[in-house]
């Protein structure tokens, strides 16, 4: 069955406060009934409210607005984001006058209130997620799309994948990725191969396995599989293969299907604002140069229909190549052009379908324009006086 995914463009016919983006994330939550729903609920609004001296997390003057709309429906919000992020969001804007609500660390200051979610996938067992989560009765998931090391893409499942466990959870779920094995050192027993492997990746994704001398570890995040190591390396000792790349994200979507099962059906919906899209994630710490234009903002109650929805948006807008850090290096041109910069094996789209396959949602959908400039009278030349909201 369709989803339907609710859409403001960045298009303006006129410079004017109501065809920005503030304003149709409004109309977003109108189309959403954001309002309606939210009496007498604990609202936990997740959000990344970003590390060290990045700008291009969600602006405050977004995310107030979100908090208004609670507010005004009856609902009580509150903020919350992984303890190492919380801490110095006010550096970043983020205060509670700012935004409107208190802003709080998901497991507490010490990252250590969380509820145990038993749900074997590869080394995982036990997800622990945290405490301030599920103790909310709705979920407003407003995620900012950018890239990501690991999996190309991050957005709405990302947002509570990663940023709804404790830190022991987040950091299991990277390691799934060396789950599979990807290195055969009996197949390569001379050492100074294994010196001539690591030295010939330009990005030092192959290094010494800190645990295991004689071994090579890949690092998933900084490889962007150009195959040249495989070239050096003796037939069989090494794989850049598919799986070890798709085990992230397939752990992405398990996590947030367990974030969402503690929300009643009906409470939790979702926001992504599509701007500002650097190369790598907001817990970098910085932000670069956007790799894609502005796509603008989109809402639904379906995770899966949401973040496709991006994707197929952004997937039809042009890299912006001037602005990749010479550090990148775009090897593929085919598919998603977030794909061009990591490489083929961290397919954006994997996480909608893995979701999909767990019952998430729907990767079919309806896309509802809010503000369509086609519907507006077309605006006359030149400026007009900006008007308050
Ligand atoms: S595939 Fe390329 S980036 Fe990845 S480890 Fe090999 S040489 Fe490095």
Redo the contacts with the bound molecule.
């Keep these: 069955m369709k989803s339907t995914v609710y859409f403001g463009s960045p298009r303006q016919t006129r410079l004017e406060a109501n065809e920005t983006l503030p304003a149709k994330l409004d109309l977003i939550m109108e189309k959403l009934q954001l309002r309606d729903r939210v009496k007498g609920e604990l609202v936990a609004l997740k959000m990344h409210t970003g590390n060290n001296i990045g700008y291009s997390t969600i602006h405050p003057v977004f995310v107030r607005r979100v908090v208004s709309a609670i507010r005004e429906g009856g609902g009580k919000p509150f903020i919350v984001d992984v303890d190492w992020d919380v801490e110095g969001s006010e550096s970043r804007g983020y205060t509670p006058e700012t935004v409107g609500c208190p802003i709080y660390p998901l497991a507490g200051p010490a990252d250590r209130y969380f509820y145990p979610h038993k749900r074997p996938y590869k080394s995982i067992d036990t997800w622990y997620l945290g405490g301030l989560i599920q103790d909310a009765t709705f979920l407003v998931n407003f995620s900012h799309a950018k890239g990501h090391p690991s999996c190309s893409y991050g957005g709405g499942f990302k947002n509570l994948a990663l940023g709804c466990m404790i830190g022991k959870t987040r950091s299991a779920m990277h390691d799934v990725c060396h789950d599979d094995r990807y290195w055969f050192s009996e197949l390569c027993p001379d050492p100074a191969v294994r010196e001539q492997i690591k030295a ?4 030092a ?2 290094v010494d396995d800190r645990k295991n001398p004689g071994e090579l570890h ?1 690092h998933i995040e ?9 070239q050096v390396a003796p037939p069989g000792s090494l794989k ?1 293969d598919p799986v070890n790349f798709y085990s992230f994200q397939e752990a992405c979507a398990i996590s947030t299907s367990i974030t969402l099962s503690t929300f009643e059906p009906g409470k939790a919906t979702h926001i992504c604002l599509a701007t500002q899209m650097t190369p790598v994630c907001d817990c970098f710490g910085f932000t670069s140069m956007p790799i894609l234009p502005d796509a603008g903002i989109f809402g639904s109650d379906d995770l899966v229909a949401l973040d496709q929805a991006v994707l197929d948006v952004t997937g039809r807008l042009k890299l912006i190549e001037e602005n990749i850090s010479t550090s990148l290096e775009v090897h593929t041109r085919e598919g998603h052009p977030l794909r061009w910069l990591h490489g083929p094996y961290k397919d954006p789209y994997k996480v909608v379908e893995y979701g999909a396959a767990l019952g998430l949602g729907s990767r079919d959908y309806d896309l509802v324009d809010v503000l369509p400039v086609e519907q507006i009278t077309p605006a006359p030349m030149g400026y007009i006086k900006a008007q308050t909201n």
């Excluded at 010939?200 to 990005?203: A, G, M, R, S």
């Excluded at 900084?222 to 495989?230: A, D, K, P, T, V």
Aim: include cysteine; hydrophobic fraction near 35%.
């Design positions: 010939v990746c330009p990005h994704a192959i890949l900084q490889c962007n599989q150009c195959g040249r190591c495989l850049i």
